[in-house]
């Protein structure tokens, strides 16, 4: 359904430190470092079919996160998406919600883990049960 998600950072060099850590523990190797015609620099992580991308914004103003959206990384086992948070948090995120862990919900059973990126990014590490 996506072909790519773009968020906005204050601090470029912050986030690619960040999101090479965190993106590696997926197998998302170094991104692709990009200047776009305005002159602001952008990072473009790809992996498996998709495009995670960080950006300086275009506009000037000051990177924000959104509030209520959150940005889901599919793991292939729990311990991949408790790897992920561990580095996350170990790389300058913050842990939030709930601990690692099994949540049962009408929807199934999901192993969840949440942080937020150094600017704010809310980011879930989401491994599903088969």
């Not at 060099?13 to 015609?37: K, T």
């Not at 311990?79 to 992920?84: G, M, N």
């Amino acid at each position: 359904m996506f072909n790519h998600i773009m968020i906005g950072t204050n601090d470029l060099d912050r986030s690619e430190a960040f999101y090479n850590a965190v993106l590696g523990v997926l197998g998302a190797g170094a991104p692709l470092r990009n200047q776009s015609p305005s002159g602001h620099l952008r990072l473009f992580y790809r992996h498996a079919g998709s495009t995670f991308c960080v950006a300086e914004p275009i506009d000037g103003e000051p990177a924000t996160c959104a509030n209520g959206a959150t940005i889901g990384f599919k793991c292939s086992s729990p311990e991949q998406a408790k790897e992920f948070h561990d580095v996350a948090v170990a790389s300058g995120g913050i842990s939030i919600e709930d601990p690692p862990g099994l949540r049962t919900s009408n929807m199934g059973s999901l192993y969840l883990a949440y942080v937020r990126d150094p600017d704010g990014n809310k980011l879930c590490a989401l491994y599903r049960p088969k």
